[in-house]
């Protein structure tokens, strides 16, 4: 994040609106903890039955670890931003917009899934997953496309 | 008005009274019995097709409407830049809203409660959401954004 002392990359930095690095902290974050929560959660669930995996202290922990070291990383950033650094302009404003409306997608389907999971009455170990896991898909894909969109490559929607 | 902006009020028609005719039906029927003896799968899934039959219905009489008044020419389905961007300025406002209800059905799912709850949540969430992204969009199209 722009700590290396070359003059590009101070150059890249005072490019970078505050929301830009702000989303890379999100992306990098919600990558990180969706590998973690699926490396924890596949062995357990694998040779055991879905109703004796224990998933909701790992959900809680990734969840958790997840808000305070993006938030606490985001509040870092904040201070060590230059004063005059740009914070938000239209273009910010929009490229939020695309990226939200390209993960909600998965937020949409696992929201379909639990509630026909629900409708067919498996167990709660399925639904609480296809929704957390559509939670994090979503992150993870609408911070990527607001970095590509940041980068100049708008998707097409 | 655009194609678009019609096909928005006609959810916020087909919403509010196919959620107000499910929700009466089923609190009704859970105010008589215990949770989990309530029948509630089969007026979901009415309610469902209610719902996608009606968008595609007011779709079509829109569509119909909007080629006789305009003398036999074909509507503009797609809508132009304005219609995009307002149509992504209401989902964004859905989703926060579909999102905290179902961060609630996760915990709702975690303390095990009764699969009525949980599918009823979501159901809400849904419902609340499309309502949602049905006033911010006409607000869009009527205020300016």
Known sequence: MGKKKTPNCDEEWASMSRDEVYNWIFALVSLVSTITYLAILVPRKIGAPASEVSYVAPLLWVFGCGMVVGFGTALAVRLAAPKDSKVRDERDKEIELIGQYVGSGFVTIGAMAALVLSILEVDHFWVSNSLFVGFLFAAVLSSFAKAAAYRGEYPEI | ?145
């Open chain 2, 1 to 145: 008005m655009s194609f678009t902006e019609r096909i928005t009020w006609t959810s916020l028609v087909v919403l509010p009274v196919v959620a107000l005719t499910y929700f009466t039906v089923v609190l009704t029927r859970l105010a008589d019995a215990p949770v989990d003896e309530v029948s509630w799968i089969v007026p979901m899934i009415w309610a469902i097709g209610t719902v996608i039959v009606g968008m595609i219905a007011g779709a079509i009489a829109q569509a119909i409407a909007a080629t006789i008044a305009s003398g036999g020419e074909e509507p503009d389905t797609e809508g132009d830049v304005r219609d995009k961007e307002i149509d992504r300025i209401g989902e964004y406002a859905a989703r926060h809203v579909t999102s905290l209800g179902c961060m609630a059905v996760i915990v709702l799912a975690m303390l095990r409660a009764d699969h009525f709850w949980i599918a009823n949540g979501v159901f809400l969430a849904g419902l609340v959401g499309g309502v949602v992204s049905g006033i911010v969009k006409i607000r869009a199209y009527r205020r300016g954004f």
